[in-house]
């Protein structure tokens, strides 16, 4: 199993170019992806002796863009392509979010390799780079079981809580609750003070468990806050921040986050991390347009050489109808850190706004 984390709109693996799949020097092959829904894609596999790649995404995760392309564009030849049939999950959708909880799909992008009964023969979790990606699926088409694979190392190292976290996250999702959460809570404990990110790793898992596959707002929130403590002014601990706004906003609480928000603001006003926090927040659960747009033009300002920053702003000028600003903002976005996907998809949907549309952002 392959485990990326990815917080906010911070793209944080970077996709390894292995070239495009050709057929004798022709276009690309492409991945053919079936309309329709999961149950469908089944029907056809049932009738067809195939297997079926189930790939659970959203619109504004960055690494399921990157992985879009990097492979189903770019690398499709490399799959066992005859075997499966590709099918979309959007997360965002209520269906989607139903299979998501069904498979206890807890990070984007994840995907499942299901045999014609539904029953799950693999799964690869986040996106790291096309060849290993490649190479997982093809594993999981092949019968290979990754969790034995850990466990085999967990014998010569029982004590790793790296280790831990990764077999407890992959007993979780497999649906092996008790095992996963004992794996996890020991991983926790040899890591008390996350001195190698396992405990983080594992804290993440069971808060957004808790969240997207029990349901449990409250219990997850714990575990966010916890996690916030812990990890304090890192990358990690305004993952885990974030986590602590959408909790509460799951839990019906939206005014208790926004003060929780607005905390954050007021007590490093000077700082960029919690104004584009803020602004994600509200964009993501489309409160106040105006408002996410303004905190995010101020976090790029403040932070001018933070690409992820320029993202923000451009996907909240877009929300706005300002096509000319988003452009600029994707144009500099994609100066600081090229050959991002959503990055560029972003710009290929908002260039030629205007005869401005190519200068720098703010």
């Not at 219990?219 to 974030?242: I, M, S």
């Not at 602004?279 to 408002?291: P, T, V």
Request: aromatic share 6%; glycine share 10%.
């Amino acid at each position: 199993m392959r485990t990326t984390t990815v917080i906010g709109f911070a793209v944080l693996v970077v996709a390894a170019s292995i070239g495009c799949s050709r057929n004798r020097g022709g276009p690309p092959v492409r991945w053919e992806w079936r309309e329709g829904t999961p149950a469908e894609a089944l029907d056809q596999a049932r009738a067809e002796g195939r297997l079926v790649l189930a790939l659970v995404e959203a619109s504004w995760c960055p690494a399921c863009r990157q992985l879009e392309r990097d492979v189903f564009v770019h690398a499709a030849g490399r799959l066992p392509r005859g075997k499966l049939i590709g099918v979309h999950v959007d997360f965002d959708a209520p269906e989607g979010e139903a299979f998501a909880r069904r498979h206890r799909v807890i990070g984007l992008p994840t995907t499942l390799i299901l045999d014609a009964d539904g029953a799950e023969k693999g799964r690869v979790d986040g996106f790291d780079d096309a060849a290993s990606y490649v190479d997982a699926v093809r594993r999981a088409v092949a019968g290979v079981d990754d969790l034995a694979e850990v466990l085999r190392k967990i014998e010569a190292k029982p004590d790793d809580p790296k280790l831990l976290a990764q077999a407890g996250t992959m007993r979780l999702c497999r649906g092996d609750k008790a095992e996963g959460f004992r794996l996890l809570e020991r991983a926790r404990s040899l890591d008390a003070g996350n001195r190698n990110g396992a405990w983080a790793e594992a804290t993440r898992a069971l808060g957004r468990y808790q969240l997207r596959v029990v349901g449990d707002a409250e219990r997850a929130l714990a575990y966010f806050r916890e996690g916030a403590d812990v990890a304090g002014d890192t990358e990690a601990g305004w993952g885990f921040r974030y986590w602590v706004a959408m909790s509460l906003e799951k839990a019906g609480r939206r005014e208790e986050a926004i003060r929780f928000l607005d905390g954050l603001v007021a007590a490093a006003h000077a700082a960029a991390e919690p104004l584009a926090l803020k602004a994600r927040f509200l964009h993501m659960n489309r409160l106040d347009d105006e408002e996410a747009f303004a905190l995010a033009r101020r976090a790029a300002e403040i932070d001018p050489t933070g690409h992820d920053r320029h993202y923000l702003l451009g996907v909240t000028a877009e929300r706005l109808g300002r096509a000319d600003v988003a452009a600029r903002a994707a144009r500099r976005a994609l100066e600081l850190s090229p050959g991002k996907a959503i990055y560029e998809e972003l710009l290929a949907r908002t260039a030629g706004a205007g005869p401005d549309a190519g200068e720098a952002a703010p």
